[in-house]
């Protein structure tokens, strides 16, 4: 499963809600709360997860 920060972001904030903190300012704290969270339940659940940005990162590392 490839986690993208900028598509899930309404979902996240309908779900977690306060849990996030001030959520209208978009923020790498932000982005790691939600993404801590989200591997964590990843890892409880036995599926395997990334974010966009460590997917691109390998695909790019692929083609050199």
């Known amino acids: 499963m490839i986690i993208d920060r900028f598509r899930p972001r309404p979902l996240v904030i309908k779900v977690m809600g306060n849990r996030l903190g001030p959520v209208n300012t978009p923020s790498r704290s932000w982005w790691s ?3 801590k969270d989200v591997l964590t ?3 409880e659940y036995g599926v395997e997860c990334m ?3 460590d997917e ?3 695909s790019r590392s692929r083609k050199r």
Do not use: F, G, Q
């Open 33 to 35: 709360t939600v993404l």
């Open 56 to 58: 691109w990162r390998i």
């Open 51 to 53: 974010s966009a940005e």
């Open 41 to 43: 339940l990843c890892r």
